[in-house]
């Protein structure tokens, strides 16, 4: 169905820039300036009164110039037209039949309400950064506040999930372990009782996740060496999965001490190594890089060379039960977030950097000190 002419004026309208826009770029206001210019110099010098009209009309270019461009472009258009007028003013090309004293006064003028006209449109420009800052910093804090309840309603809710589960399968465990020293290896029935072993373990590694993540208590802060705990992490991951390149960096020897909870930290360094394992697949590599931001922060910056973050996955970082993993639970992000933020770090993606990076930053133990 084509669509209505007042809907295609609309957008057509809406597609063209206003008015005002169009006559503040450059080429209107310098077409302005010669234009005025061209009107002085093509007027005889009798005609008093259109002199005086073009000497005001040379104001409008200005006001214009500065509204766009502030002072800056307010003094360029003042003294542009200076440079356009003063030939004429002082009779090198025609002349202004003024005195010269108002000739002279009149260009001042130029400057005067360039000047005064852009810093009032910086001052304003200024306000509304400062509004836009406001407004997006509000927005910030209301999306933490709306993320922190939305934590602690799904860690009250995990607690209660996980107490009401792990009874009965510590009693499903059991029996499957008693299960199993009736049917020994070769047994027909041997395999399913392996299973319902097995799965009952998977089990309670979840439960166990979601308790880790109702929990969500930061342990006692003290210094520790972030790089020494990253390099027992890239060993453990080479254990898990070797058939995935597990590499660790450090930025410069001897770099000071992180403030935070050890275990909590190593915890949390794990979730992103097994993270990058999962994204790199079989023949990838995950690099665990620690060094020293410039903001007084030891960083580790956990690479992968998968296909990184999706708009979407960016979007639902560290969102509780969300995963682009088969198998996941979607809390081991939310877990290290929660903990990371706890012991007053942060951890944030580089979306920049070529494949997945989480980059985790604790405040370093010496700039602690101090503060």
Known sequence: MAPREGTSIAMATAARPPLW?????????AAM????????YSTAMHIHEAHGIYRRLYYFPIILAAFRYGARGGLAAAFATCAFYAPHAFGLIGFDPAFTLEKSLEMAL????????????????????QLRRTLDERDRM???????????AVGRLSAGLAHEIRNPLASISGASEVLGDDFPAGHPKAGLVGILRDES???????????????????????????????????LARQRDAGTVVEFAATAPGLPLALGNREQVRQALLNLALNGLAAAGPGG??????????????????????????????????TP?????????????ATSLRLVEDLGGTLTLDRSAPGGCVVL???????AAKG
Not at 203 to 224: E, I, K, Q
């Open 110 to 129: 130029y400057f005067a309400v360039g000047l005064v006209s852009g810093v009032l449109v910086d001052r304003e420009h200024a306000t509304q950064r």
């Open 361 to 367: 930053r604790l405040p370093a133990a010496s700039v």
């Open 201 to 235: 373990r998977r089990l309670n590694d979840v439960l166990t996740r979601f308790l880790a993540f109702a929990r969500g208590a930061p342990g006692p802060a003290a210094p520790f060496d972030l790089a020494a705990e990253a390099e027992a992490v890239a060993e």
């Open 33 to 40: 300036i010669v234009g005025v210019s061209l009107l002085h």
């Open 142 to 152: 209301a999306g933490e506040l709306v993320r922190s309840e939305r934590l602690a």
């Open 285 to 318: 590599r995950v690099e665990l890089r620690v060094g020293l931001e410039g903001d007084g922060t030891v960083a580790c910056r956990v690479t992968d060379t998968g296909p990184g973050f999706s708009d979407e996955a960016a979007a639902n970082f560290g």
């Open 321 to 333: 039960f969300y995963t682009t993993t088969a198998g996941g639970t979607g809390l081991g992000l």
């Open 21 to 29: 826009r169009r006559l503040e770029k450059p080429g209107t206001v």
